[in-house]
């Protein structure tokens, strides 16, 4: 490795994906030239294609290989110098290259027995070989010997998505069953050349780009002909040199390796002292414990939230401290919330005797033990469903669909926040689905969706709506919630967004393996600590700004990522040049 590089490798490692670019660079640099010295006494990578060439003819006058298309040398091309002692070729000059078998869907089994063999297929192909979930073929469909893998073939991707095609993996020196492979694969044999090699040329970014720009494109699937792939320039060097250098690739992966495990190991460590300084706030006991927990952070802020999943820890912990009281101090001259209760039941008896709100029963007493933080002063625990009208949305029906007419907001529009290739609906048909109506300033929930552990959870997710999806009408699987006026939404909805309110759901929901659904009546029944009116304002003005701050935080933190990511592929660049 240049000097260059192991002085700057601080800065590369620590660069936004910098450990990935990291080995990206050292393949470019090992087909370069740029990884090992060179050695004089080594035989010329010319007199190894000389070799290579005989060893082919041979190979096809006893019948072992098949005689492949002539490549054009002119072809063989590189844009960049190459030391003195390489050469240039075509990959279909120094590999043979075999396409895998093809077998109706009828006769593949997952069962090894009698008359069948092992095949690989793309699924098989990682970053090594996967020999835990093979298919079984009939041996009668393969029709020559070399469609059977040999130790050190490369075996590659020849139809798959784009974003996989071409991808490779080495077999080993050994086989512990005879084993053919499908008709989206691809074999290539090396020649007298050293496959570790060929394996590095293969998964450069120079070489992947070209095989993925060549690959002609169906609906889903990107292929690789042999025409594309027989061409593909490859500086060569020396055998020994080959040798050399793998050996370095393998010495420098298993540096990116430890690198890789430090980081992940030193992000972990900063995540939990990050949460467990954030959960010391949240879990004070009293004025004293919070004041000197805040300290603790406050001596720390800039060291801590460097990342952007302590930023969102961060805000968080700022909802969770919002909706306990910790965030604005209590103000005794407030009107108590207990108060603001009553006002909210008579508010409910009059929208009952108008007709605008069905009268339902009385939910469950409130017990102490329910109480999930200590009561502040002047607060007052309620159910959901007494601050805020519910309404579920409706299973619309795909043939009243019109392109234009009363919008109907499905999940994926308030997701994108979008209404292209939305649904509409006739607006003479409004007065049939009025109670599903949906204003600037609803919270609308869903209801259905993907489990809470799943990176992108649909399942509890609240939405604000804004003048976008103004007078629309709700889809299925969400719950409109219109809060009463004497409850601020803003704070509803930052109680509803809190860690809290997350947990609670995730003790609710129900469903298969694959999607959770909650039910409008356990949205309902979720216990919230309801302050004053005018502190519920003064805690939703204090949330608008820390978030504000939060926000202005990760927008420096992004700007100094990019800033590495700037120098990092400055100096690969460089490095490369």
Same mark, same amino acid.
């Given at each position: 490795?240049?000097? @260059?590089?192991?002085?700057?490798?601080?800065?590369?490692?620590?660069?936004?994906?910098?450990?990935?670019?990291?080995?990206?660079?050292?393949?470019?640099?090992?087909?370069?030239?740029?990884?090992?010295?060179?050695?004089?006494?080594?035989?010329?990578?010319?007199?190894?294609?000389?070799?290579?060439?005989?060893?082919?003819?041979?190979?096809?006058?006893?019948?072992?290989?098949?005689?492949?298309?002539?490549?054009?040398?002119?072809?063989?091309?590189?844009?960049?110098?190459?030391?003195?002692?390489?050469?240039?070729?075509?990959?279909?000059?120094?590999?043979?290259?075999?396409?895998?078998?093809?077998?109706?869907?009828?006769?593949?089994?997952?069962?090894?027995?009698?008359?069948?063999?092992?095949?690989?297929?793309?699924?098989?192909?990682?970053?090594?070989?996967?020999?835990?979930?093979?298919?079984?073929?009939?041996?009668?469909?393969?029709?020559?010997?070399?469609?059977?893998?040999?130790?050190?073939?490369?075996?590659? +991707?020849?139809?798959?998505?784009?974003?996989?095609?071409?991808?490779?993996?080495?077999?080993?020196?050994? /086989?512990?069953?005879?084993?053919?492979?499908?008709?989206?694969?691809?074999?290539?044999?090396?020649?007298?050349?050293?496959?570790?090699?060929?394996?590095?040329?293969?998964?450069?970014?120079?070489?992947?780009?070209?095989?993925?720009?060549?690959?002609?494109?169906?609906?889903?699937?990107?292929?690789?002909?042999?025409?594309?792939?027989?061409?593909?320039?490859?500086?060569?060097?020396?055998?020994?040199?080959?040798?050399?250098?793998?050996?370095?690739?393998?010495?420098?992966?298993?540096?990116?390796?430890?690198?890789?495990?430090?980081?992940?190991?030193?992000?972990?460590?900063?995540?939990?002292?990050?949460?467990?300084?954030?959960?010391?706030?949240?879990?004070?006991?009293?004025?004293?414990?919070?004041?000197?927990?805040?300290?603790? =952070?406050?001596?720390?802020?800039?060291?801590?939230?460097?990342?952007?999943?302590?930023?969102?820890? =961060?805000?968080?912990? /700022? =909802?969770?401290?919002?909706?306990?009281?910790?965030?604005?101090?209590?103000?005794? +001259?407030?009107?108590?919330? +207990?108060?603001?209760?009553?006002?909210?039941?008579?508010?409910?008896?009059?929208?009952?005797?108008?007709?605008?709100?069905?009268?339902?029963?009385?939910?469950?007493?409130?017990?102490?033990?329910?109480?999930?933080?200590?009561?502040?002063?002047?607060?007052?625990?309620?159910?959901?469903?007494?601050?805020?009208?519910?309404?579920?949305?409706?299973?619309?029906?795909?043939?009243?669909?019109?392109?234009?007419?009363?919008?109907?907001?499905?999940?994926?529009? @308030?997701?994108?926040?979008?209404?292209?290739?939305?649904?509409?609906?006739?607006?003479?048909?409004? +007065?049939?689905?009025?109670?599903? /109506?949906?204003?600037?300033?609803?919270?609308?929930?869903?209801?259905?969706?993907?489990?809470?552990?799943?990176?992108?959870?649909?399942?509890?997710?609240?939405?604000?709506?804004?003048?976008?999806?103004?007078?629309?009408?709700?889809?299925?699987?969400?719950?409109?919630?219109?809060?009463?006026?004497?409850?601020?939404?803003?704070?509803?909805?930052?109680?509803?967004?809190?860690?809290?309110?997350?947990?609670?759901?995730?003790?609710?929901?129900?469903?298969?393996?694959?999607?959770?659904?909650?039910?409008?009546?356990?949205?309902?029944?979720?216990?919230?600590?309801?302050?004053?009116?005018?502190?519920?304002?003064?805690?939703?003005?204090?949330?608008?700004?820390?978030?504000?701050?939060?926000?202005?935080?990760?927008?420096?933190?992004?700007?100094?990522?990019?800033?590495?990511?700037?120098?990092?592929?400055?100096?690969?660049?460089?490095?490369?040049?």
């Amino acid at each position: 490795m240049t000097a @260059l590089l192991t002085d700057k490798l601080p800065l590369l490692a620590g660069a936004p994906n910098g450990i990935k670019k990291l080995r990206e660079l050292i393949l470019e640099l090992a087909v370069r030239g740029k990884l090992v010295p060179q050695a004089p006494c080594d035989e010329p990578a010319s007199d190894l294609l000389e070799r290579i060439a005989e060893e082919k003819a041979r190979l096809v006058a006893e019948g072992k290989i098949k005689k492949g298309k002539a490549v054009d040398d002119a072809i063989a091309e590189i844009s960049y110098p190459i030391p003195s002692t390489w050469a240039v070729a075509s990959l279909g000059q120094v590999v043979e290259i075999v396409r895998g078998i093809t077998f109706p869907a009828s006769e593949k089994s997952k069962e090894p027995e009698s008359g069948r063999v092992a095949c690989l297929r793309t699924a098989n192909v990682q970053n090594e070989i996967e020999w835990d979930d093979l298919l079984f073929i009939r041996d009668s469909f393969i029709s020559r010997p070399d469609q059977y893998i040999q130790p050190h073939d490369i075996v590659m +991707s020849m139809a798959n998505s784009r974003e996989l095609v071409g991808k490779v993996a080495l077999i080993g020196s050994a /086989l512990d069953q005879p084993t053919t492979f499908g008709g989206f694969l691809g074999v290539l044999r090396p020649v007298l050349i050293e496959p570790r090699f060929v394996m590095a040329l293969l998964r450069t970014p120079h070489a992947r780009s070209v095989l993925i720009d060549s690959a002609s494109q169906t609906t889903n699937i990107a292929n690789v002909s042999l025409a594309k792939l027989r061409p593909l320039p490859f500086a060569i060097p020396p055998l020994s040199e080959q040798q050399r250098i793998v050996a370095k690739i393998d010495e420098l992966m298993a540096l990116c390796d430890r690198l890789e495990a430090q980081q992940a190991d030193a992000e972990s460590a900063h995540a939990r002292l990050v949460q467990a300084l954030l959960d010391s706030l949240t879990q004070a006991c009293d004025a004293t414990d919070f004041a000197a927990s805040w300290l603790r =952070l406050a001596g720390h802020f800039h060291t801590l939230f460097t990342t952007e999943s302590s930023i969102v820890a =961060l805000k968080q912990a /700022l =909802l969770q401290l919002a909706v306990m009281g910790k965030l604005v101090p209590q103000d005794s +001259s407030d009107e108590p919330a +207990s108060e603001l209760l009553n006002k909210i039941a008579a508010e409910r008896t009059e929208l009952v005797k108008e007709g605008k709100l069905k009268k339902e029963k009385p939910f469950s007493e409130i017990k102490e033990q329910e109480f999930s933080f200590k009561t502040p002063k002047g607060w007052v625990w309620s159910r959901m469903g007494n601050l805020a009208q519910f309404q579920k949305g409706h299973a619309f029906k795909s043939e009243d669909y019109l392109n234009n007419g009363l919008l109907i907001t499905k999940i994926q529009n @308030l997701t994108e926040n979008h209404t292209q290739n939305a649904a509409y609906i006739n607006p003479e048909r409004f +007065s049939e689905f009025e109670k599903y /109506l949906i204003l600037e300033g609803d919270i609308v929930m869903t209801t259905v969706g993907s489990w809470f552990s799943a990176p992108t959870s649909a399942v509890g997710r609240s939405f604000l709506i804004n003048n976008l999806f103004d007078n629309s009408l709700l889809n299925q699987n969400a719950v409109r919630v219109r809060c009463l006026r004497e409850i601020n939404t803003l704070y509803l909805f930052n109680y509803i967004n809190s860690t809290i309110f997350k947990k609670y759901l995730i003790q609710e929901a129900q469903g298969t393996a694959n999607q959770a659904s909650i039910t409008q009546d356990s949205i309902k029944k979720f216990l919230i600590c309801l302050p004053p009116e005018k502190e519920q304002h003064r805690i939703v003005a204090k949330v608008d700004k820390l978030m504000a701050l939060c926000d202005q935080l990760k927008t420096r933190l992004k700007q100094a990522r990019q800033l590495n990511e700037q120098l990092a592929s400055t100096l690969i660049e460089q490095t490369v040049a």
